[in-house]
Each structure stands twice: as C-alpha cells, then as structure tokens.
C-alpha cells in the first residue's frame, strides 16, 4: 500500500512539493493511478490522480474510512533533546514505527543543547508514519521548559527514568496495565536533584529502564516499547 | 568511569592510534592520569598512563578483575543487512547497549545489499561497548548464506519473524525464560517462501513481533530488548 500525508482530505487534494515529486518523479505514478492518504488523525482515503504534476499533483477523494484508535492505553513520552539532532530523529522515526500518542521535548538543566528544530522532527514523524501505515500522528510539542511540563502532566501514571543507589524498580514493574503514561528521559548529564526532586513531589516516580547505561534515545526507544510490550 | 578497549590485557598496553588520540587529544589526559580498560571478554583493569603520546599511548595495568555474564539467558539475532549501512550501525549500537550476545548477517533471496563493511560495524560495536560500560563484546560474525546460518544454529529456541495470513504469536509470548535464542529478521523486502519453508522444517518458530510494520533495524532492536525485558 502507498500511503500519503495530507493535513485536510478535502477535494480536490493538492499534494505538497515533496509529496508530489515522490509521487511522479520518483514511484513514477501516472494519471488515473490510485494511491491512499491519511491525515494522521485516523483517516485512511482511496484517492486517484487526475494531474500528475510533479509539482503540484492533484488528486481526488474515491471514499474515506474512519479507523478510531483502538488501544487502552497512551503514551506520551518527553525527551531533553541530544547535542546530536540525528539521534532524535531517529527517536521520533522509532518510537513512531513501534506506536506512540505524544512526543514532548523539554529544556534540562544539565542540557547541552538550547534549540531544536520541532519542524524537522515533524517531517521526520510524518514519513515515519507513512512507512509504518500508522493513521494517527503522535501529537509532537515545541521545546517546553521542565517546570510547565510538569505543572501542566495529567496522565494516569508519570514515570521519571533514573537510576540512582536506591535502584528503583523497572518500568516494566511499576506501569499498570491499560493506563495514560508520561516517561521523562533525561539529558545526556542527567536530571538535576532539583528537577528529580520536582519531579517527585508532583507524583512521578522514579524508574529503571533496565540494566544497561543507555544513550537519551536508546532510552527512549526502551521505554517506548516497553509500554507497547505491557499492552500487548 | 574512562572505559577504553584493548584486544590484549597485557603489559605495557599500547592504545591504538585513534584511542590514543582520544584519550590525550580529546579528553586531554596526561601521564600518571588513570582509566580503565576492557578487553570485551568480561575483563575489566585499571590502568595509568606512563606515556602520553597522542598517537601511542602506553598505560601500565595495575589491577584486573574479571567479571563474568551472570545472565542465564543469551541472543543472537541473524539479520539481511539494510541497504543503507547507517541503519545496521543503529542497530548494531542499540543492540549492544541494550544487550546482546551474537550478531549474525545473512544474504536472504530479497536481499539489496551484497556486501558490507563487518569491519565498521565491529567498530560500532566497540564504541557501543565502551559508552555503555559493558565489559562483554558480542560476538559478530561475517555474511553468511541463509542456509549455512539454518544448517549451523544450535540455540534453545529459534525464531524467524514473519507475519502471514496465520497470524503467528508474539514473541514475547512465545519465548521462554532462561534459554539462547536465536531471531532471525530479513530484509527489507521479506523472506521468500523458500527461506520461510526451509526455516519451519529446521524447527524455525514464526512470530510477530507486535502489531506494527517495522524496519528491518526496528524489528531487531524490538528483539533484541524483548528477549531481554523477557529474562530481567
């Protein structure tokens, strides 16, 4: 199955540049080809070409399917970025091909990086999805400060990933069944005690992805999945 | 803690050139300055430096202590490398920090890719090792022929992830604890019917490893830390 993004599916559909010279340039589709779009938010469409512009192909609406989501459980994972833009690509890329509901990405104290580029991250997501046949985007936010993420947490279970001498016990432990998670993954220095303690005194709790020293990413990857695992 | 990786723990240690460089250029150590180093097969030893040559380096070992695996389990994952080598070296790196034991790769009937560069990715393994302080190196073998890799596997319990019309089950539900295993994961285009054919009759078990469509260095890392959330 070809699967294309499109933010509204309304006739008659414009493909973006991107898209549409993937479209004809590259998988040389032609006039009267058919292919599917999704807009990420659980719609899957039948469209055909009727302009095979490589610029700007235009297709139209054949019939549109509902597809809800249809798990118990969320998962909403925030991240302090990597100095390294690559790896969180390909965190976002992963964690989008094994099933996520949310990426936030936060400001640590111990981070080494001040920006970040939401934008990139969102292209990636998209052809993640696309690859994965996923219909639903993950909602992705902008660089928050640790404070508002916190403040701001309602999820079932909130999870802060750190290990320290009093060894806590793993996730895969600690998270109920069928529940709204948030998992924090620290910045390559680490969470502060500050941003710990905060953390704790707004109902996370501290947990241990495994047994291995893990990369930001990896961690997140680890957690990711071991949610999905729990749920399974 | 400074873990660097030497093939031979034996006095005086010569670094080689590029971890020399590391260590006197990059991390700017200097003589009588200690660190540590594996040698991958479970020994860890401190060690001074006794000359701080940035293309020579030589350390004198004052302690070693051996550390063997103490899990009662063990994997090996047999993968048809990508087309694209960057995504092996994910993989390869993922799989290490998260913990594996043998990497296997294999030339499968879809295959794209005919030859790879075993030697950058035995390079990946060691920076792997090294960052997430695992003393252990997994064991990498060369590319070898699907049915030379069927003919010669002897682990406990051996699987190919394929999903089909039957709907195999999952993974984590189908291994058990405390055992070797091994996972097989093909390319980007699939197994061929033969190889899946040949994999049943040599007591091959299909499974699925969730219910997304993954990409080839996805499924292997998502085995690699199912076998292990499995046996922790």
Redo the contacts between chains.
């Keep these: 199955m070809l699967l294309f993004y499109i933010l509204d599916l309304q006739n008659p559909v414009l493909l973006s540049e991107e898209e549409s010279k993937h479209c004809i340039k590259v998988l040389r589709l032609q006039k009267g080809d058919s292919l599917h779009l999704t807009d990420g938010k659980g719609h899957l469409a039948k469209a055909e070409i009727i302009e095979a512009n490589p610029k700007k192909c235009v297709l139209q609406i054949l019939d549109i399917e509902q597809f809800p989501q249809k798990k118990d459980f969320k998962i909403h994972l925030a991240v302090a970025p990597t100095k390294n833009a690559d790896r969180m690509e390909?965190l976002v890329e992963?964690c989008i091909?094994?099933?996520i509901d949310e990426i936030s990405f936060f400001q640590a104290q111990h981070s080494e990086r001040q920006h970040f580029n939401l934008e990139r991250l969102q292209k990636k997501a998209i052809a993640a999805l696309k690859?994965?046949?996923?219909l639903h985007l993950p909602k992705m936010n902008a660089l928050l400060s640790f404070k508002n993420l916190i403040a701001n947490s309602t999820e079932d279970q909130k999870f802060i990933a750190y290990v320290d001498s009093q060894n806590p016990s793993?996730l895969?432990e600690s998270a109920k069944k069928n529940q709204s998670y948030l998992v924090l993954i620290g910045p390559e220095g680490d969470f502060s005690t500050q941003e710990l303690d905060l953390a704790l005194n707004n109902n996370f709790q501290k947990v241990s992805l495994?047994?291995?020293?893990?990369?930001t990413e990896?961690a997140g990857?680890?957690a990711c999945?071991?949610l999905?695992?729990l749920n399974?």
Tied chains: 1, 2.
């Design positions: 390909w992963k091909e094994i099933g690859q994965s046949l996923h793993k895969f495994g047994n291995s020293r893990l990369r990896t990857i680890v999945l071991t999905n695992l399974e």
